[in-house]
């Protein structure tokens, strides 16, 4: 079920236009790279207004189609999310060791909440004929094992489920792919035993063999666990809920 392919054709980025957010951090940057390899128009979604530039492999610096937006804001990127083939949902942020209110809000509200809002965004849209739109939502493997972080694991999982919920509503019109990432080294995990660029290269490698539920992680329990969770909420949900017309 979430693992299934889409189409021999799934996966071909060239000339596709791309857009990531959280792309001042590792992974972002890592993802606009590969894409950028791959022939893709990367477009970088970020809070800080500077045009992001890429470190090439011979040295050069590659400016980036950049367009700065807050939390909040997601309504006013409605057109910039129209001319996108591709959104990479990928920002986050982990308030390691805080458990107070504040932390709380903050923890759903950019994790969880500003995310659903950019996922709904693509799903809203029209589809278009040919390839059809793709919305990738970085979840993590806290879905379904600890990240020594309570408050990530929570907002990062209630992201998960209403992924697994309002994907059932998915169009034909937009392919919705779940990345499920182990500890990768960044700002918000120093201690991560992946390194973003290797990522980054395994996500485009799966995506590309058209996979929806894209995994990359040393912990053998999270390749058994997650598809297993996947199966188990698609089939409960479809029992107990049914599609309304928007």
């Given amino acids: 079920m979430g693992a299934a392919a889409t189409s021999p054709s799934a996966g071909s980025y060239a000339g596709r236009r791309c857009g990531v957010t959280g792309a001042g951090g590792a992974l972002g940057r890592a993802l606009l790279g590969c894409l950028l390899d791959e022939g893709a128009h990367p477009v970088a979604l970020r809070h800080g207004p500077e045009e992001l530039c890429l470190d090439r492999p011979d040295g050069s610096r590659h400016p980036v189609e950049t367009v700065a937006w807050a939390v909040g804001q997601e309504e006013a990127l409605a057109s910039l999310l129209a001319s996108l083939d591709v959104l990479v949902i990928n920002h986050g942020i982990n308030r390691l060791g805080a458990r107070d209110a504040d932390a709380l809000r903050q923890s759903l509200e950019v994790n969880t909440l500003s995310a659903l809002r950019l996922f709904e965004l693509m799903l809203a849209l029209p589809p278009r004929p040919g390839q059809p739109r793709e919305v990738w939502v970085n979840t993590s493997e806290a879905e379904v094992s600890p990240a020594f972080s309570p408050l990530y ?73 997650m598809p297993a969770v996947e199966t188990a909420r698609q089939l409960y949900y479809r029992a107990v809920t049914r599609r309304r017309d928007r």
Avoid: H
């Fill in 153 to 225: 694991e929570i907002s990062k999982r209630t992201l998960g489920e209403l992924v697994s919920l309002r994907s059932l509503d998915a169009d034909g019109g937009c392919t919705v792919r779940r990345l499920v990432l182990g500890p990768f080294r960044s700002d918000l995990n120093p201690y991560g035993v992946m390194r973003a660029d290797g990522v980054a290269r395994a996500v485009l490698r799966q995506a590309a063999a058209g996979r929806r539920l894209v995994i990359v992680t040393p912990n053998p329990l999270t390749w058994l666990l």
